[in-house]
């Protein structure tokens, strides 16, 4: 008969520590792996641990926060291995657990146990069901972000797990026994989302034609399988033409929708009807000009030069001399052009094609390469000026009479410098007059009286001026790759270039004439960029910064104007910025009008001297900066922010509320970007509300 050993006690106190101590000796007698029958009711977790320890040969360590009672029991004799595991289990119903650390297994609080458990494993183990380890789960094909909502709710609250996006894996610490479960779903949803490539080869159809109708036909679906809103591209349906081949190459998320593509295929690869049997196509552009790219593929089928660029000369000439691109009249549109196998129809941007199938086909693989959207470039233009004017003057000047009333010789003596109203003299003049205008800045005079007359004898001129500018010029500029914009600011300002005046009839009728030529007079900027495969930018630039001089203005010999130009041609990466170039100008001047001997003594010769100095400092740098937008996303993104800025700046700019001039309270505000796309085709006044 086997022997079996049983455990158990139902008291409290004193009498546990004998049924204890009584238990101990006990288990120490009983050989390894002895079946024993559990029998503890309302004993104290502390003991039962350690008697745990007893029988499976651990070493126990209670946390001091493990308090209470548990009940452990068996009808029927089990192994050790079972009643530690009953007893891990007792344990987790009451919110503890237990964890082996460096050979000592640790009772402490399921809270802890995440932190404490030394156990980390890749693959599944042999654990105890009811231990807490942490398990690493190695995604392949699922997003760890995606798996990530579906197993948070299955984790008890004390667990944990997280998500590791460098290598696609997750990170789950809790029971054995769950993490068990949570392996089986996370194999279950770890699998491909896409299928393998397809070739699906074309007999009759073109692979370019069939490509966007199979797409438009199956991306209604195509987001179904991401969640909340959320398209993933991971399960979305791929069809790529290869015009080569004319094959498909389509890549999907699963069998199934292949299978769907390739019947859709079979049923649209048929031959043409015999009405529709023919060597005409129809072929629509999307970016390309039709007219433009008929020339050239006619020009690449025959092999000569194309005529487009003798057009437009022939057309530029007609204008006449000095005629240019800015001012050439507008021409009128283009008529379809006749003759040879490619036709053009430029009012539905279409080319005719007259060619064999096999023809056809090697030109419309040309035709598709030609007309890709092409890329723009938004180019930013900053021209920043600082000037700094100085200026000082500071003379005495005096006259004075040697001799008295009635003599027949009169002595004068004195200085005069200057001209107009920093004169002596002059002012000394006007005031006889009884008008003196000195000039500008501080003047201390002496008046003398002579015959009854106060006249102007002495005037000492203090001043000093400062003048600051700061300018700033942002004009910027969208185009396309290769195609030149142009931008001007300023005025049409008209110089005369010529007069003649004739005189006719016996009453000697003068009849006038002159000539006049207009010229923009502004800031000008002209821009062509060319855009290379690796991202970089050749910019053909001119930029000019010119204005009319104040003081020519009423000039006789006609108007004067300052220009700063630049014209150049650089290299400059997508988005960086480049000096193109700029004027650092620092002049000094000084004029001095003096007596000569008594203007050099020390001090005593400031009387006979007045000195003006004047010092002027320019600088003016001009930079670059282009980039490149290569989809509508780009320019939607750019030219709302351009909005943006001007919206905040008119809002900015609201007159304050007045009770008298309530009925014209708000100015004009652009509406929100938001509302743009809602707005209908009406006019500037009905689009533009009052800020509030």
């Not at 398990?135 to 760890?144: C, D, N, P, W």
Request: net charge neutral; proline share 6%; hydrophobic share 40%.
């Amino acid at each position: 008969m086997k022997k079996t050993s049983r455990f158990g006690f139902r008291a409290r106190g004193a009498q546990a520590f004998i049924f204890m101590c009584c238990i101990a000796t006990a288990a120490l007698a009983q050989k390894p792996g002895e079946p024993i029958t559990l029998n503890f009711v309302g004993a104290e977790i502390d003991a039962v641990a350690r008697t745990m320890g007893i029988i499976t040969g651990r070493t126990m360590v209670v946390d001091p926060r493990v308090k209470g009672a548990i009940n452990l029991s068996s009808d029927r004799p089990i192994t050790p291995a079972a009643a530690y595991n009953q007893f891990l289990a007792a344990l987790r119903l009451q919110g503890y657990t237990v964890v082996e650390s460096s050979g000592i297994s640790k009772v402490v609080p399921e809270a802890d146990g995440k932190l404490q458990s030394s156990v980390v494993s890749i693959e599944p183990t042999g654990a105890g069901g009811n231990q807490i380890i942490t398990r690493i789960f190695q995604l392949q094909h699922e997003s760890a972000n995606n798996l990530l909502p579906v197993l948070r709710p299955l984790i008890s609250p004390n667990n944990t797990i997280n998500v590791n996006p460098g290598n696609n894996s997750l990170v789950i610490t809790d029971y054995a026994d769950n993490l068990q479960r949570l392996g089986k779903i996370v194999a279950a949803m770890d699998l491909p989302n896409v299928t393998d490539v397809e070739v699906i080869p074309l007999k009759y159809a073109l692979a370019i034609d069939l490509a966007p109708l199979i797409v438009r036909l199956t991306q209604t679906s195509a987001g179904g399988a991401a969640g909340q809103g959320q398209v993933d591209n991971s399960f979305r349906t791929v069809v790529l033409p290869e015009p080569r081949s004319n094959t498909l190459i389509v890549r999907a998320a699963n069998g199934a929708r292949v299978s769907l593509i390739k019947s859709l295929v079979e049923r649209l690869d048929q031959p043409s009807s015999a009405a529709e049997a023919g060597n005409i196509h129809v072929v629509y552009l999307k970016n390309a000009d039709a007219v433009k790219l008929a020339t050239t593929l006619r020009a690449a089928l025959a092999g000569t030069p194309t005529t487009s660029t003798a057009a437009a000369t022939t057309a530029l000439a007609a204008a006449g001399p000095g005629a240019n691109a800015a001012t050439a009249a507008i021409q009128p549109s283009a008529q379809p052009s006749t003759g040879g196998q490619i036709q053009a129809d430029p009012s539905t941007n279409a080319l005719v094609i007259t060619a064999p199938e096999p023809q056809y086909r090697q030109l419309r693989a040309v035709i598709d390469m030609l007309d890709a959207r092409r890329a723009q470039v938004f180019v930013e233009s900053l021209i920043a000026e600082v000037n700094a004017d100085k200026a000082a003057e500071f003379g005495i000047q005096w006259q004075g009479v040697l001799g008295g009333k009635g003599d027949t010789n009169i002595g004068l003596l004195g200085t005069n410098f200057g001209t107009g109203a920093s004169n002596l003299i002059s002012l000394a003049s006007g005031a006889a007059s009884g008008k003196v205008v000195p000039n500008t800045g501080f003047n201390l005079g002496l008046a003398t009286k002579i015959n009854g007359v106060y006249v102007l004898s002495a005037l000492a001129r203090f001043l000093q001026t400062t003048g600051d500018g700061n300018i700033l010029s942002t004009p910027n500029l969208l185009t396309l790759d290769n195609e030149e914009a142009k931008i001007v600011i300023g005025q049409n300002v008209p110089f005369v270039t010529g007069s003649f005046t004739n005189t006719t009839g016996a009453a000697g009728t003068v009849n006038p004439f002159q000539t006049i030529e207009r010229k923009d007079v502004g800031l000008t900027l002209r821009v062509k960029p060319q855009i290379s495969e690796n991202g970089t930018v050749k910019l053909s630039i001119f930029q000019e910064v010119s204005t009319v001089q104040a003081s020519s203005i009423n000039s006789p010999t006609g108007l004067i104007t300052n220009k700063r130009s630049i014209e150049s041609n650089v290299l400059v990466e997508d988005g960086a910025i480049v000096v193109l170039g700029g004027l650092l100008q620092d002049e000094y001047s000084g004029n001095q009008e003096k007596v000569p001997v008594l203007g050099d003594v020390p001090l005593f010769g400031n009387l006979f001297r007045s000195e003006t100095r004047s010092r002027k400092k320019t600088n003016l740098m001009v930079f670059l900066r282009p980039v490149v937008v290569r989809d509508a996303a780009a320019v939607d993104s750019l030219s709302m922010d351009r909005y943006e800025l001007m919206r905040a700046g008119q809002k900015e700019l609201q007159p304050l509320p007045s009770p008298v001039l309530s009925s014209v309270d708000g100015a004009p505000v652009l509406p929100p970007a938001a509302a743009l796309k809602t707005l209908p085709a009406a006019t500037s006044e009905k689009q533009l509300t009052p800020a509030k």
